[in-house]
């Protein structure tokens, strides 16, 4: 029988229970912690201690702290869900169809301007709104014009994949990644975004350089494609995107001016998930009421868009028990001291990287089935 890997939520709960049973081996303890000048609570350095005495858990723990876990990430996972649901009823506008169709057409015959444009659109949006999922619909698009210039399938789903990929890994106020884990982390909400921003730059040149070079390639000789002799160049159809009327453009007006606001509200005034999430509910009601399509399309929309984020909810809430059952057992500090120990003698160079690879090894086995 062929091994096939768990869903991400069984491997959530595999994990539950690994650490429920760590908290039976592993020694409690707890560092000893201050308030910086920011006001936010940090770990002084060195002053791990074991505590004398040990409590155990029950196993029953393993599902009383499930809705402890929801209650105890309620901000987060309220704010996932109104993300979805506005993000929804912008899509349903078909603006943003409408702009990026606009865009590539414009540029259909000068691919340089069209790929690097088009990189930068889905690179900005990953970075900001956190979007991913829906370019799929641009992916025929993108084909159909990259074939139309004597270019490959390749150039155009690579132009998306690289795009959107540095948008995500860069996340200059992804709601979905970087507000998500700076709240886990203490942070303040967008803190670092000048480095993030300074971070792009180099990389969507590097992108482009990667994705121009090859598309340069196909150019001159179609037989250096990846898919020469595969894909049939007769058979593409063209697709019809929706016009950009005055409605759409408004929406994207609306849209954008939220961003801001959203930005200036952190900077300025601190703001965080209960603001945030009021600012994504008035921009689903002003794109409602803007783009006509009526106030119980507008709920249907809404509705439909967060429940597509249920499961991103679900994720949350189980990997916010986790926590919860070492925090019990009084282990997060112990097993925190126990990788840190040895990423201390090592530099801070080589300490970095060794976080980064922790970290990848476990966003290995927690996204693989998202």
Known sequence: MKFKIPDTLV???????????????????????EENVSGTEVVIPGSFEVFPEKEYLSPIALFTVVPRAFADAQGIIFFVL??????????????????????????????GPLLFITMFLFAFA????????????????LVALCLAMNLDSITAIGTMVVGYGIGYGVAVMNPFTLLVAQDIAGLSPT????????LSVPLLAIGFHHVWSYAKMIQKDPMKSFVYGIQNNENQTVVDYPELTFSRSLVLFVTGAALIVLVYG?????WYFIELGAVFLALTVLVGIISGIGINQTAKTFAAGAAELTGTALLIGFARAIALIMEDGEILHTV?????????????????IGML???SILNLFLIIKV
């Open 266 to 270: 952190i900077w300025k005034y601190g």
């Open 191 to 198: 803190s670092g975004m000048w480095f993030r921003l300074s």
């Open 336 to 352: 925190v001291n126990g990788l840190a120990a040895p990423l201390s003698i090592v530099g801070a160079e080589f300490a970095a």
């Open 11 to 33: 491997l959530l709960f595999i994990l539950m229970a690994f650490a429920l049973i760590l908290t039976w081996v592993l020694p409690s303890g707890e560092f000893t912690t």
């Open 357 to 359: 690879f922790i970290q």
């Open 126 to 141: 990953s970075s900001t709104l956190g979007m991913a999922e829906e370019y799929i619909p641009f992916a025929i698009i």
């Open 82 to 111: 109104i993300i979805g649901g506005a993000l929804a009823v912008v899509r349903k506008t078909g603006a943003i169809d409408a702009i990026l169709g606009k865009i590539v057409t414009h540029f259909g015959t000068k691919p």
